[in-house]
C-alpha cells in the first residue's frame, strides 16, 4: 500500500511538472506577441513619447553632471588630504 502513495504521489508531480511546461511554452509566444503589440503602439503614438524622451535626456544629463561634480569634489578632497598627511609627517620626522 505505501508503494501505491508513493506512485500516486509520483505522477502528481509529473503532471504539475507538464502542466508548468505547458504553461511557460504558452507564455513564451505570449510575451513575444506582447512585445510586438508595445511596438506598434509605440510606433503609432510616437509624438507622445518625443517630449517623454527630452525631458528623461536633460534629467540623465543633470544627474551625470551632478555625479561629476560629486567624484571631483571626493578627488580634491582626498587629494588634499594626502598633501596634508605628507606635510604633517614631514613635519613630525623633523622633530
Known sequence: MGKTILAMQRVQN???????RFFANRMKDAKAEKKQQARVEIEKSIELLAPAV???EQVMKN????ARARIAARK???????????SGSGEQMEE
Do not use: F, H, P
Not at 509529473?14 to 508548468?20: H, L, S, Y
Not at 544627474?63 to 551632478?66: A, G, H, L, N, R
Not at 580634491?76 to 598627511?85: D, E, F
Open 14 to 20: 509529473i503532471k504539475e511538472k507538464r502542466e508548468e
Open 63 to 66: 544627474v551625470v553632471d551632478s
Open 76 to 86: 580634491k578632497q582626498s587629494a588634499s588630504r594626502l598633501t596634508n598627511t605628507a
Open 54 to 56: 527630452a525631458s528623461r
